[in-house]
């Protein structure tokens, strides 16, 4: 959530960001709304301010003996008056805290203006598609035929967009989420493993709530829905709380399966690993000072790339533009992997840099050394998202026999180098 006060005095160059963006949000309500609070205020304070002067005077004329008959009633009209500007004040309010949570968040400066993913600049490269002496097969296809993936087991056990891992294609997941987690253990991240299961408060701290209650798992008659990514639990570790600076940067990793209800359009990400209802994924999370958030946001994408690196995949990294930017964030790095069977490069990972956007919807502060309290940045990204990277390694470690390399990395985790 943006500061409302920052809003309503930077409304032309909030509303200038927010078109950069393809947003339709028009501020002018905020503003018109904005200016009727100063007045609702203003003349429920003068008529409160009457009252105490009534009931002051109303106590000395009964000292005095005097009828005070008049002087009630008109204190009975200030009443009703102080309560009709009291719920209007109100409707307001709400009004004015529902348009805050929709506004999305201010992009940096240094985010590119585009409309479409298509204008998203490569920043980096590492290393090159492989080039293969036969025709390889899609991920999808690979598991089928060495009974690792079973979609349609998943199928009949719960519906489409899901996965039955079978044997070594489920030793390869663990694999590949141990490894993942081991690495940035290794390289200073706490591990967390918080519940799947989350409460409302916890989706509007960090902005998926109200927003975007569609794409979400609800639970029928409950205050809970089912995490579409551990950034929820993880970012609300620390919901309402006064951080010390010295603990800054506070940097947590964690896995967890994520579910999500819109899961993309018909076609070819129906198959296979791509995009599923349900999928695991590491996700790195860091707390940090104000100051230190665009370093961090460096170093947290080079250590999602580190993965691909560490299992020698091909990967690029792209930053999205002003169009493509997701609601909370204010700039973000795409990092794709290349997948043969799409012949290009596929997200999988996005690293975010949130600034005080969540911050300030979940409240999570810190004591600075002179004793000031300030919001927090948050930041994210996937460290990585399992299915794909196992998508990837079945894709491009595939061999001319139908078998499955290992990567090198994974070998230990597997006790296995080939998969056939």
């Not at 409160?48 to 004329?61: E, F, G, P």
């Not at 008049?70 to 009209?77: A, Q, V």
């Not at 293969?132 to 999808?140: G, M, N, Q, V, Y």
């Amino acid at each position: 959530m943006l500061d409302f006060r920052y809003v309503v005095d930077n409304i032309e160059y909030v509303q200038n960001k927010l078109n950069l963006r393809n947003s339709n949000i028009d501020l002018e309500e905020i503003k018109t709304l904005s200016n009727e609070r100063k007045n609702l205020i203003k003349q429920t304070e003068s008529r409160k301010a009457a009252k105490n002067k009534v009931s002051d005077q109303i106590a000395l004329l009964k000292k005095s003996g005097k009828d005070v008959s008049t002087i009630i009633s008109d204190m009975k009209i200030l009443t009703e008056e102080i309560k009709t500007f009291d719920a209007r004040l109100l409707e307001v309010e709400n009004k004015l805290t529902d348009l805050m949570y929709s506004i999305p968040n201010i992009i940096d400066d240094l985010v590119p203006y585009g409309r479409t993913s298509d204008d998203n600049p490569e920043i980096r490269r590492w290393s090159e598609p492989r080039k293969f002496s036969f025709a390889p097969l899609p991920h999808w296809e690979l598991g089928e035929k060495l009974k690792i993936l079973s979609p349609i087991e998943a199928a009949k056990i719960t519906g489409a967009r899901f996965t039955v891992y079978r044997g070594l294609g489920a030793r390869l997941e663990r694999a590949v989420y141990n490894f993942m987690l081991d690495t940035h253990v290794s390289s200073g991240y706490t591990e967390i493993f918080p519940p799947y299961i989350v409460n409302r408060e916890s989706l509007i701290g960090t902005g998926q709530l109200p927003k975007f209650e569609d794409g979400l798992f609800h639970l029928a008659d409950t205050n809970y829905y089912l995490i579409p990514t551990a950034e929820v639990p993880v970012t609300n570790l620390h919901r309402a709380e006064i951080l010390p600076v010295v603990d800054l940067p506070i940097k947590y990793c964690a896995y967890t399966a994520c579910f999500r209800s819109e899961a993309g359009a018909a076609g070819r990400d129906t198959r296979g690993l791509i995009r599923q209802h349900q999928f695991n994924k590491v996700e790195l999370v860091k707390f940090t000072k104000p100051e230190a958030s665009s370093e961090e946001l460096e170093s947290l994408t080079k250590d999602a790339e580190s993965i691909l690196q560490e299992l020698e995949l091909p990967h690029r990294t792209v930053k999205l533009c002003s169009g493509d930017v997701g609601f909370s964030s204010a700039i973000t790095y795409d990092i794709e992997v290349f997948l043969p069977s799409y012949n290009k490069y596929v997200e999988i990972s996005s690293c975010s840099n949130f600034k005080d956007y969540q911050a300030r919807r979940a409240n999570i502060r810190f004591r600075d050394l002179d004793g000031s309290i300030k919001f927090v940045h948050t930041l994210n990204g996937s460290g990585l998202a399992v299915g794909r990277t196992v998508a990837a390694i079945l894709e491009n470690y595939q061999n001319d026999d139908g078998s499955v390399s290992v990567p090198r990395k994974l070998i230990k985790y597997m006790d296995t180098d080939i998969i056939k």
